[in-house]
Protein backbone atom coordinates (compact mmCIF):
# COMPACT_ATOMS: atom_id res chain seq x y z
CA UNK A 1 0.00 0.00 0.00
CA UNK A 2 1.25 3.08 -1.10
CA UNK A 3 1.31 5.97 1.56
CA UNK A 4 0.44 9.24 -0.37
CA UNK A 5 2.29 12.95 0.96
CA UNK A 6 2.10 16.37 0.50
CA UNK A 7 4.30 19.13 0.58
CA UNK A 8 2.68 22.30 2.64
CA UNK A 9 4.37 25.87 2.05
CA UNK A 10 4.07 27.87 5.30
CA UNK A 11 4.93 31.67 5.83
CA UNK A 12 6.06 32.82 9.08
CA UNK A 13 4.89 36.12 10.95
CA UNK A 14 8.39 37.48 8.83
CA UNK A 15 7.30 36.58 5.44
CA UNK A 16 9.32 34.11 5.68
CA UNK A 17 8.36 30.81 3.36
CA UNK A 18 9.41 27.79 4.34
CA UNK A 19 7.90 23.71 3.00
CA UNK A 20 7.27 20.90 5.31
CA UNK A 21 6.79 17.46 4.09
CA UNK A 22 3.54 15.50 5.58
CA UNK A 23 3.65 11.66 4.66
CA UNK A 24 5.99 10.09 2.46
CA UNK A 25 5.36 9.38 -1.18
CA UNK A 26 7.83 7.51 -3.82
CA UNK A 27 7.32 10.50 -6.51
CA UNK A 28 8.29 13.09 -3.86
CA UNK A 29 11.15 11.04 -2.86
CA UNK A 30 12.31 10.51 -6.09
CA UNK A 31 11.94 14.17 -7.14
CA UNK A 32 13.76 15.84 -4.14
CA UNK A 33 16.55 13.05 -4.94
CA UNK A 34 16.50 14.04 -8.37
CA UNK A 35 16.53 17.89 -7.06
CA UNK A 36 19.53 17.17 -4.75
CA UNK A 37 21.75 15.51 -7.23
CA UNK A 38 22.99 18.34 -9.12
CA UNK A 39 24.14 20.25 -5.54
CA UNK A 40 27.83 20.24 -4.83
CA UNK A 41 28.40 19.69 -1.37
CA UNK A 42 30.17 22.94 0.13
CA UNK A 43 33.97 22.25 0.82
CA UNK A 44 34.71 20.86 4.07
CA UNK A 45 37.54 23.60 4.84
CA UNK A 46 34.02 26.80 4.92
CA UNK A 47 33.20 27.24 8.52
CA UNK A 48 30.28 29.17 7.65
CA UNK A 49 27.99 29.59 4.56
CA UNK A 50 24.89 31.60 3.24
CA UNK A 51 22.87 29.55 4.92
CA UNK A 52 24.50 30.19 8.31
CA UNK A 53 24.69 33.72 8.04
CA UNK A 54 21.07 33.46 7.07
CA UNK A 55 19.47 32.13 10.18
CA UNK A 56 22.02 33.94 12.75
CA UNK A 57 20.87 36.76 10.56
CA UNK A 58 16.90 35.67 11.37
CA UNK A 59 17.67 35.37 14.99
CA UNK A 60 19.06 38.63 15.48
CA UNK A 61 15.86 39.88 13.73
CA UNK A 62 13.34 37.92 16.04
CA UNK A 63 15.16 39.46 18.95
CA UNK A 64 15.80 43.17 18.47
CA UNK A 65 12.66 43.50 15.89
CA UNK A 66 9.03 43.09 16.48
CA UNK A 67 7.29 39.75 15.26
CA UNK A 68 5.95 40.45 11.51
CA UNK A 69 8.49 43.38 10.61
CA UNK A 70 8.47 44.78 8.38
CA UNK A 71 4.14 44.28 8.10
CA UNK A 72 3.48 45.04 11.65
CA UNK A 73 5.01 49.04 11.73
CA UNK A 74 5.24 51.92 9.62
CA UNK A 75 8.36 52.26 6.68
CA UNK A 76 9.73 54.72 8.72
CA UNK A 77 10.16 52.67 11.85
CA UNK A 78 14.01 51.32 11.13
CA UNK A 79 15.37 54.14 9.98
CA UNK A 80 14.04 55.77 13.26
CA UNK A 81 15.48 53.68 15.61
CA UNK A 82 18.83 53.31 13.76
CA UNK A 83 19.70 57.07 14.65
CA UNK A 84 17.93 56.33 17.74
CA UNK A 85 20.39 53.67 19.04
CA UNK A 86 23.12 56.37 17.78
CA UNK A 87 22.29 58.94 20.26
CA UNK A 88 21.65 56.72 23.21
CA UNK A 89 25.05 55.37 22.07
CA UNK A 90 26.66 58.79 22.51
CA UNK A 91 24.59 59.75 25.54
CA UNK A 92 25.94 56.34 27.69
CA UNK A 93 29.63 57.32 26.63
CA UNK A 94 28.25 61.50 28.09
CA UNK A 95 26.85 59.74 30.36
CA UNK A 96 29.90 58.58 32.59
CA UNK A 97 31.86 62.07 31.89
CA UNK A 98 28.65 63.56 33.52
CA UNK A 99 28.75 60.45 36.56
CA UNK A 100 32.51 61.17 37.12
CA UNK A 101 31.43 64.88 37.12
CA UNK A 102 28.70 64.36 39.81
CA UNK A 103 30.56 62.09 42.38
CA UNK A 104 33.66 64.58 42.34
CA UNK A 105 30.86 67.11 43.21
CA UNK A 106 29.48 64.96 45.98
CA UNK A 107 33.14 65.33 47.21
CA UNK A 108 33.85 61.81 46.05
CA UNK A 109 37.90 62.46 46.13
CA UNK A 110 37.66 65.65 48.54
CA UNK A 111 39.52 65.27 52.21
CA UNK A 112 37.33 67.90 53.64
CA UNK A 113 33.99 66.28 52.16
CA UNK A 114 31.84 64.14 54.71
CA UNK A 115 29.30 61.45 53.81
CA UNK A 116 26.57 63.45 55.56
CA UNK A 117 27.36 66.50 53.01
CA UNK A 118 27.03 64.12 50.42
CA UNK A 119 23.83 63.00 51.21
CA UNK A 120 22.51 65.99 51.98
CA UNK A 121 23.10 67.21 48.89
CA UNK A 122 22.14 63.74 47.02
CA UNK A 123 18.56 64.55 48.82
CA UNK A 124 18.27 68.13 47.78
CA UNK A 125 19.15 67.41 44.28
CA UNK A 126 16.27 64.46 44.70
CA UNK A 127 13.74 66.89 45.80
CA UNK A 128 14.39 69.31 43.07
CA UNK A 129 13.65 66.49 40.47
CA UNK A 130 10.53 65.57 41.93
CA UNK A 131 9.28 68.83 42.41
CA UNK A 132 10.55 69.26 38.79
CA UNK A 133 8.74 65.97 37.50
CA UNK A 134 5.14 67.31 39.39
CA UNK A 135 4.98 70.85 37.70
CA UNK A 136 6.56 69.70 34.28
CA UNK A 137 3.44 67.09 33.78
CA UNK A 138 1.19 69.74 34.70
CA UNK A 139 2.34 72.06 32.07
CA UNK A 140 3.38 69.56 28.81
CA UNK A 141 1.25 67.35 29.89
CA UNK A 142 -0.84 67.44 27.11
CA UNK A 143 1.29 68.93 24.65
CA UNK A 144 3.56 66.07 24.23
CA UNK A 145 1.04 63.53 21.53
CA UNK A 146 -0.24 67.12 19.37
CA UNK A 147 3.88 68.38 19.03
CA UNK A 148 5.74 64.68 19.26
CA UNK A 149 8.57 65.20 17.07
CA UNK A 150 9.29 68.85 18.76
CA UNK A 151 8.91 67.44 22.64
CA UNK A 152 11.22 64.29 21.42
CA UNK A 153 14.06 66.76 20.07
CA UNK A 154 13.57 68.97 23.46
CA UNK A 155 13.85 65.90 25.66
CA UNK A 156 17.41 65.17 24.56
CA UNK A 157 18.07 68.98 24.62
CA UNK A 158 17.33 69.19 28.15
CA UNK A 159 19.00 65.80 28.63
CA UNK A 160 22.52 67.37 27.11
CA UNK A 161 22.56 70.50 29.33
CA UNK A 162 21.92 68.02 32.46
CA UNK A 163 25.16 66.24 31.06
CA UNK A 164 27.06 69.41 30.69
CA UNK A 165 26.38 70.65 34.31
CA UNK A 166 27.40 67.53 35.77
CA UNK A 167 30.42 67.29 33.89
CA UNK A 168 31.46 71.03 34.48
CA UNK A 169 29.99 71.07 38.42
CA UNK A 170 33.50 70.08 39.87
CA UNK A 171 35.08 73.43 37.99
CA UNK A 172 32.66 76.03 39.17
CA UNK A 173 34.52 75.86 43.25
CA UNK A 174 37.12 78.07 41.59
CA UNK A 175 34.56 80.22 40.26
CA UNK A 176 34.14 83.50 42.53
CA UNK A 177 31.73 86.41 42.17
CA UNK A 178 31.86 87.57 45.03
CA UNK A 179 34.26 90.48 44.02
CA UNK A 180 31.55 92.00 41.25
CA UNK A 181 28.40 91.29 42.60
CA UNK A 182 27.96 90.12 46.77
CA UNK A 183 23.92 89.09 45.75
CA UNK A 184 25.70 86.44 42.65
CA UNK A 185 26.54 82.53 44.23
CA UNK A 186 29.88 81.35 44.23
CA UNK A 187 32.38 78.78 44.93
CA UNK A 188 30.14 75.55 46.57
CA UNK A 189 27.20 77.37 46.47
CA UNK A 190 27.10 77.82 42.72
CA UNK A 191 28.12 74.20 42.45
CA UNK A 192 25.06 73.07 44.39
CA UNK A 193 22.85 75.03 42.28
CA UNK A 194 24.77 73.83 39.08
CA UNK A 195 24.04 69.99 40.49
CA UNK A 196 20.41 70.48 41.31
CA UNK A 197 19.41 72.24 38.12
CA UNK A 198 21.06 69.11 36.37
CA UNK A 199 18.79 66.75 38.30
CA UNK A 200 15.76 68.78 37.58
CA UNK A 201 16.53 68.91 33.60
CA UNK A 202 17.51 65.23 33.98
CA UNK A 203 14.07 65.03 35.72
CA UNK A 204 12.00 67.11 33.08
CA UNK A 205 13.75 64.96 30.18
CA UNK A 206 12.52 61.91 31.86
CA UNK A 207 9.12 63.26 31.67
CA UNK A 208 9.23 65.08 28.08
CA UNK A 209 10.72 61.39 26.46
CA UNK A 210 8.50 59.13 27.72
CA UNK A 211 5.79 61.33 26.68
CA UNK A 212 7.05 61.49 23.33
CA UNK A 213 8.00 58.17 23.06
CA UNK A 214 4.79 56.65 23.47
CA UNK A 215 3.29 58.42 20.84
CA UNK A 216 6.17 57.48 18.40
CA UNK A 217 5.13 53.72 19.96
CA UNK A 218 1.53 54.23 19.27
CA UNK A 219 2.76 55.75 15.18
CA UNK A 220 4.79 52.95 14.53
CA UNK A 221 2.46 50.05 15.68
CA UNK A 222 -0.26 51.83 13.32
CA UNK A 223 0.74 50.81 9.50
CA UNK A 224 -1.86 51.74 6.99
CA UNK A 225 -2.82 47.90 6.15
CA UNK A 226 -2.34 46.49 9.50
CA UNK A 227 -2.09 46.76 13.58
CA UNK A 228 1.26 46.22 15.36
CA UNK A 229 1.65 45.63 19.27
CA UNK A 230 2.90 48.29 21.29
CA UNK A 231 3.67 46.63 24.24
CA UNK A 232 6.08 44.63 22.12
CA UNK A 233 7.75 47.24 20.38
CA UNK A 234 8.14 48.49 23.82
CA UNK A 235 9.77 45.60 25.01
CA UNK A 236 11.95 45.15 21.85
CA UNK A 237 13.00 48.90 22.11
CA UNK A 238 14.46 48.28 25.68
CA UNK A 239 15.95 45.26 24.88
CA UNK A 240 18.04 47.62 22.21
CA UNK A 241 18.72 50.63 24.51
CA UNK A 242 20.42 47.54 27.46
CA UNK A 243 22.93 46.70 24.33
CA UNK A 244 23.23 49.87 23.28
CA UNK A 245 24.06 51.07 26.98
CA UNK A 246 26.21 48.09 27.93
CA UNK A 247 28.31 48.58 24.99
CA UNK A 248 28.73 52.25 25.53
CA UNK A 249 29.59 51.82 29.39
CA UNK A 250 32.34 48.81 28.26
CA UNK A 251 33.80 51.39 25.78
CA UNK A 252 33.84 54.15 28.06
CA UNK A 253 35.45 52.34 30.89
CA UNK A 254 38.60 52.35 28.92
CA UNK A 255 38.51 55.78 27.21
CA UNK A 256 37.47 57.84 30.23
CA UNK A 257 40.47 57.08 32.17
CA UNK A 258 42.29 58.85 29.86
CA UNK A 259 39.98 61.87 29.95
CA UNK A 260 41.16 63.45 32.94
CA UNK A 261 42.43 67.29 32.23
CA UNK A 262 39.36 70.09 31.76
CA UNK A 263 40.71 70.60 27.75
CA UNK A 264 40.33 66.86 27.04
CA UNK A 265 36.82 66.48 29.28
CA UNK A 266 35.12 69.69 27.76
CA UNK A 267 36.96 68.04 24.17
CA UNK A 268 35.03 65.12 24.30
CA UNK A 269 31.75 65.98 26.04
CA UNK A 270 31.55 68.57 22.84
CA UNK A 271 31.63 65.63 20.21
CA UNK A 272 29.77 63.38 22.07
CA UNK A 273 26.70 66.38 22.62
CA UNK A 274 26.63 67.16 18.97
CA UNK A 275 26.97 63.62 17.71
CA UNK A 276 23.76 62.42 20.48
CA UNK A 277 21.93 65.63 19.14
CA UNK A 278 22.63 65.34 15.01
CA UNK A 279 21.73 61.95 15.28
CA UNK A 280 18.17 62.70 17.36
CA UNK A 281 17.54 65.42 15.31
CA UNK A 282 17.85 63.14 12.12
CA UNK A 283 15.77 60.16 13.63
CA UNK A 284 12.91 63.16 14.28
CA UNK A 285 13.43 64.40 11.04
CA UNK A 286 12.60 60.61 9.89
CA UNK A 287 9.59 60.44 11.37
CA UNK A 288 6.27 60.39 9.25
CA UNK A 289 3.26 61.07 11.08
CA UNK A 290 -0.12 60.33 9.35
CA UNK A 291 -1.96 62.36 11.89
CA UNK A 292 -2.81 66.27 11.61
CA UNK A 293 -1.53 68.87 14.25
CA UNK A 294 -1.44 72.60 13.62
CA UNK A 295 1.98 73.04 11.23
CA UNK A 296 1.30 69.99 9.13
CA UNK A 297 -2.39 71.14 8.56
CA UNK A 298 -0.88 74.24 7.59
CA UNK A 299 1.42 72.85 5.74
CA UNK A 300 -1.83 70.94 3.44
CA UNK A 301 -3.87 73.76 3.29
CA UNK A 302 -1.32 76.47 1.96
CA UNK A 303 -0.24 74.21 -0.71
CA UNK A 304 -3.87 72.59 -1.29
CA UNK A 305 -5.26 76.81 -1.88
CA UNK A 306 -2.13 77.49 -4.12
CA UNK A 307 -2.29 75.31 -6.81
CA UNK A 308 1.35 75.23 -8.94
CA UNK A 309 1.20 76.22 -12.65
CA UNK A 310 3.45 72.88 -13.90
CA UNK A 311 0.45 71.05 -12.05
CA UNK A 312 -2.19 72.34 -14.39
CA UNK A 313 -3.94 74.86 -11.98
CA UNK A 314 -5.04 71.76 -9.79
CA UNK A 315 -4.66 71.36 -5.87
CA UNK A 316 -1.43 70.24 -4.77
CA UNK A 317 -1.87 67.17 -2.40
CA UNK A 318 0.89 66.59 -0.53
CA UNK A 319 1.69 62.99 1.12
CA UNK A 320 2.88 62.08 4.66
CA UNK A 321 6.29 61.97 3.64
CA UNK A 322 6.10 65.42 1.44
CA UNK A 323 4.91 67.11 4.61
CA UNK A 324 7.54 65.77 6.76
CA UNK A 325 10.09 67.23 5.01
CA UNK A 326 9.04 70.54 5.82
CA UNK A 327 8.13 70.31 8.91
CA UNK A 328 10.28 72.47 11.07
CA UNK A 329 11.39 70.50 14.63
CA UNK A 330 11.69 73.73 16.71
CA UNK A 331 8.35 75.91 16.07
CA UNK A 332 6.08 77.41 18.20
CA UNK A 333 2.72 76.13 17.61
CA UNK A 334 0.35 79.05 18.09
CA UNK A 335 2.38 80.40 14.84
CA UNK A 336 0.41 80.37 11.56
CA UNK A 337 2.95 80.19 8.38
CA UNK A 338 2.10 80.05 4.80
CA UNK A 339 3.98 77.13 3.83
CA UNK A 340 4.24 78.62 -0.04
CA UNK A 341 6.09 81.54 1.11
CA UNK A 342 7.43 79.86 4.23
CA UNK A 343 7.04 82.98 6.51
CA UNK A 344 4.71 83.62 9.71
CA UNK A 345 1.55 85.56 8.43
CA UNK A 346 -0.11 85.33 12.20
CA UNK A 347 -0.89 83.64 15.26
CA UNK A 348 -3.94 82.03 16.73
CA UNK A 349 -4.95 80.54 19.77
CA UNK A 350 -7.05 77.70 20.09
CA UNK A 351 -9.55 77.35 23.11
CA UNK A 352 -9.67 80.54 24.90
CA UNK A 353 -12.50 81.89 26.67
CA UNK A 354 -14.83 84.54 25.89
CA UNK A 355 -13.86 86.44 28.62
CA UNK A 356 -10.39 86.52 27.88
CA UNK A 357 -11.74 87.21 23.87
CA UNK A 358 -13.55 90.27 25.86
CA UNK A 359 -9.72 91.62 27.14
CA UNK A 360 -8.17 91.63 23.41
CA UNK A 361 -11.42 92.84 21.69
CA UNK A 362 -13.72 95.26 21.37
CA UNK A 363 -17.68 94.44 22.45
CA UNK A 364 -19.51 94.97 19.45
CA UNK A 365 -16.46 92.77 17.52
CA UNK A 366 -17.38 89.82 20.20
CA UNK A 367 -21.23 90.47 19.95
CA UNK A 368 -21.26 90.03 16.05
CA UNK A 369 -18.75 87.20 15.78
CA UNK A 370 -20.94 85.21 18.81
CA UNK A 371 -24.00 86.05 16.09
CA UNK A 372 -22.08 85.33 12.79
CA UNK A 373 -21.25 81.60 14.18
CA UNK A 374 -24.19 80.88 16.25
CA UNK A 375 -24.77 77.66 14.26
CA UNK A 376 -21.16 76.87 13.73
CA UNK A 377 -18.93 74.84 16.68
CA UNK A 378 -16.68 77.69 17.32
CA UNK A 379 -16.16 81.35 17.23
CA UNK A 380 -13.67 83.71 15.86
CA UNK A 381 -12.45 86.45 17.40
CA UNK A 382 -9.74 88.60 15.59
CA UNK A 383 -7.90 90.57 18.33
CA UNK A 384 -6.64 94.03 18.45
CA UNK A 385 -2.83 94.26 17.71
CA UNK A 386 -0.78 95.53 20.80
CA UNK A 387 2.78 95.43 19.17
CA UNK A 388 3.90 96.81 16.07
CA UNK A 389 6.70 93.96 15.17
CA UNK A 390 3.63 91.70 15.58
CA UNK A 391 3.37 90.18 11.97
CA UNK A 392 -0.14 89.21 10.76
CA UNK A 393 -3.26 89.37 12.83
CA UNK A 394 -3.34 87.31 16.61
CA UNK A 395 -6.69 85.48 16.16
CA UNK A 396 -8.78 83.73 19.33
CA UNK A 397 -11.04 80.61 18.67
CA UNK A 398 -13.38 79.53 21.40
CA UNK A 399 -15.11 76.57 21.67
CA UNK A 400 -18.51 75.47 21.85
CA UNK A 401 -19.93 72.06 24.05
CA UNK A 402 -19.64 69.03 22.35
CA UNK A 403 -17.06 70.38 19.76
CA UNK A 404 -14.56 67.54 18.21
CA UNK A 405 -11.36 67.00 16.50
CA UNK A 406 -12.56 67.73 13.19
CA UNK A 407 -14.07 70.94 14.59
CA UNK A 408 -10.61 72.07 15.83
CA UNK A 409 -9.32 71.54 12.47
CA UNK A 410 -11.35 73.60 10.71
CA UNK A 411 -11.20 76.39 13.11
CA UNK A 412 -7.38 76.58 12.46
CA UNK A 413 -7.84 76.20 9.01
CA UNK A 414 -10.23 79.33 9.41
CA UNK A 415 -7.75 80.99 11.12
CA UNK A 416 -5.12 80.61 8.72
CA UNK A 417 -7.35 81.51 5.56
CA UNK A 418 -7.84 84.80 7.34
CA UNK A 419 -3.89 85.28 7.97
CA UNK A 420 -3.36 84.44 3.99
CA UNK A 421 -5.38 87.34 3.25
CA UNK A 422 -4.56 90.02 5.85
CA UNK A 423 -1.11 88.92 4.91
CA UNK A 424 -2.08 89.48 0.32
CA UNK A 425 -3.74 92.45 1.27
CA UNK A 426 -1.11 93.99 2.81
CA UNK A 427 -2.90 95.40 5.33
CA UNK A 428 -2.18 98.04 7.79
CA UNK A 429 -1.52 97.41 10.72
CA UNK A 430 -5.02 97.98 12.55
CA UNK A 431 -7.31 97.61 9.77
CA UNK A 432 -11.27 99.01 10.62
CA UNK A 433 -13.47 96.96 11.60
CA UNK A 434 -15.48 96.29 8.85
CA UNK A 435 -12.46 94.95 7.08
CA UNK A 436 -12.10 92.39 9.66
CA UNK A 437 -15.89 91.28 9.59
CA UNK A 438 -15.97 91.19 5.77
CA UNK A 439 -12.66 88.70 6.31
CA UNK A 440 -14.12 86.72 8.77
CA UNK A 441 -17.33 86.04 6.36
CA UNK A 442 -15.38 85.55 3.32
CA UNK A 443 -12.72 82.81 4.45
CA UNK A 444 -15.59 81.23 6.52
CA UNK A 445 -17.49 80.91 2.73
CA UNK A 446 -14.70 79.82 1.41
CA UNK A 447 -13.81 76.85 4.05
CA UNK A 448 -17.41 75.49 3.51
CA UNK A 449 -16.81 75.28 -0.16
CA UNK A 450 -13.65 73.79 -0.03
CA UNK A 451 -13.23 71.41 3.10
CA UNK A 452 -14.83 68.40 1.99
CA UNK A 453 -12.63 68.27 -1.09
CA UNK A 454 -9.66 69.24 1.04
CA UNK A 455 -10.49 65.92 3.19
CA UNK A 456 -11.59 63.62 0.62
CA UNK A 457 -8.07 64.38 -0.85
CA UNK A 458 -6.39 64.34 1.74
CA UNK A 459 -7.69 60.61 2.69
CA UNK A 460 -6.85 59.28 -0.67
CA UNK A 461 -3.03 60.62 0.20
CA UNK A 462 -2.73 58.67 2.89
CA UNK A 463 -3.87 61.22 5.81
CA UNK A 464 -5.70 59.95 9.33
CA UNK A 465 -8.09 62.21 8.66
CA UNK A 466 -10.47 60.72 11.57
CA UNK A 467 -7.74 61.41 13.60
CA UNK A 468 -5.98 64.69 15.24
CA UNK A 469 -3.99 66.69 17.96
CA UNK A 470 -4.58 70.51 17.05
CA UNK A 471 -5.00 71.60 20.52
CA UNK A 472 -2.58 71.21 23.45
CA UNK A 473 -4.72 69.95 26.14
CA UNK A 474 -8.29 70.95 26.67
CA UNK A 475 -9.73 74.40 26.31
CA UNK A 476 -9.98 76.44 28.69
CA UNK A 477 -13.68 76.75 28.71
CA UNK A 478 -16.39 76.13 26.22
CA UNK A 479 -19.12 77.82 25.25
CA UNK A 480 -22.41 76.10 26.64
CA UNK A 481 -25.13 75.19 24.46
CA UNK A 482 -28.66 77.03 24.80
CA UNK A 483 -29.78 73.86 26.09
CA UNK A 484 -27.64 73.45 28.77
CA UNK A 485 -27.75 76.88 30.11
CA UNK A 486 -31.45 76.03 30.79
CA UNK A 487 -30.76 73.43 32.57
CA UNK A 488 -28.36 75.12 34.81
Not at 181 to 200: D, R
Request: proline share 5%; glycine share 8%; hydrophobic share 40%.
Amino acid sequence: MTTSGSVIAEKDETGRIFYTTVGHSPDISTKKTARTTDIKAPPQTQLFNAKSFHALGHSISAIFLPAGYPNSVTPDYLCYQMYNDVQEFCSSLSGLLASRGALEGFGVGDASASATQALLLTVLKDVCSRFTTIIGAYYFGTSLYPETKTFRFLADVINDTSIVLDTISPYFTSISLSTTSPYLPSGSTLQIVALCMSGAMRSLCGLVAGGSKAALTDHFASPVNSKGDVGELNAKSASRSTVIALTGVLLGTLIVPYITTRTSTYTALFFLVFGHLSANYLAVRSVVLRSFNRQRSSILWSTFRHPKAEAGGRSVVLTPRDVSNREIILDIPSRIRDAVANRVIGHCSLGVSVQYAMTRCNASHVLKMLQHFHEEPYVIFVAELRSWGQRGPCILVSLKEGYGSLDQLRAWLHALEIAAIWSARHMRPSPGPSEIEDMVLSTHETLRKELSRFMGCMKEAGWNIEEGAMMMGSPGSVIMSPETKKDA
